[in-house]
């Protein structure tokens, strides 16, 4: 009787597969209230849903067997593939399936092809269709996966090479940048000088004043190059020995030429010597001090605190300035990031010098960070540590260098 009924079930699904898709089709419409059924889209997909019927019917055993498993695994990586060019959405392509199951088993039950099944092979039947409908739907799932895998991978791909252009341009850029602001630096220094022994003492400052806007053009300069080493890996370290102390009273006496408002103050020495690369910590204390100088516009005093920790320095420089909102303070060290408020002040700067801080303290495996009350002031800390400050690739980088000196 069953072995008879299998047959019949085998015809009946063959017969009409395009009825049962149809029927699969007006359920899924119904489920989505019309005009989100992109019927278009959808129909032009819908051979795939009399092609899986009939596959079923092949694949029908009245005694339960699994060995379709492989061929639904196949077919269904094949409709999912065509679901991906038909542009239809995961959603739209996974329903479908479902719905069609649904269907197929409606219209065996409206035949009566399904009446004189015992419980246990009825259970047999739906459980040999819902499997292969499981595996169907799981193998287009997969292929939409892979598929947007495969999409992110390209986008990745495209990002970091516009990335990668975009540094590269930076590079070559500021590299054409320096020669001619080098130039003009000399030529203004001639100048300088004639005019000062022509006794032209007038054209002579503002001559001094445009050096001194060369000289902020050319830290930019040096600040977008310092970038571009570091994403490319090629930023150097010369390491030597010295007096931390002395460092910071030079940096200190540098930038305190720089401002008449204000007044830096050094409190605590170190008496210390730290093995590190002297002009990029005095890179790293100028930025911080130009900092404080540049966002406390009204406030006179800066601090610079040295405390002497166990194994590491730590140099503060505190400022009375209008402060680093608690949101931004984290970001503040990453590469462009600037705070935008809505202070009547805009502050000039391009978001680099702290970027470029951190990443010098990191490879000294040092630290760099903030405290900061908005409207209040910030307190900026480094803290170097006396030995082994220096990275082992650094390292090795400058032992390759001595070797090719
Ligand atoms: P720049 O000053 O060129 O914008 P930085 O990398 O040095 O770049 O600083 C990043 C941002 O951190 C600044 O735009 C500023 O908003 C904030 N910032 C840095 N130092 C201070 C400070 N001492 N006080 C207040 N804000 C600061």
Known sequence: MTMNKYTQIKKFLIQNADVIQKRATKEHKKFLGGEKFRSEVIEKYQINHIRIVRELAKHLRAKGSMDGLYHFKKLGDRVGHDAVTDELTLQEAVDGVI??????????????????FSIDKFYDLNYVIGVYIDVVASRIAFTYHDNYLEKINEVTRRLEEVAKNKDEFIGAATHELKTPVTALKGYTQV??????KAGDTRSATHLSKMDAQLNRLNTLIGDLLDVTKIESGRLQFHLSKFEIDELIKESVELMQQTTDRHHIVITGLLKKKVYADRDRLNQVLTNLLSNAIKYSPHQGEIIVKTIANVGAAIICVQDFGVGIPKASQKRIFERFYRVSGSKETTFPGLGLGLYIASEIMKRHNGKIWV????????TFYVSLPYKNNIRQEVNTFVEEEIKHE
Not at 101 to 116: C, D, F, G, P
Not at 371 to 378: A, D, N, P, V
């Open 191 to 196: 100048l300088q000088m004639r005019l000062n």
């Open 99 to 116: 719905f069609l199951k649904q269907a197929l088993m409606s219209e065996l039950k409206e035949n009566q092809l399904l009446q004189e």
């Open 371 to 378: 405290e900061s009350e908005q409207g209040k002031g910030s």
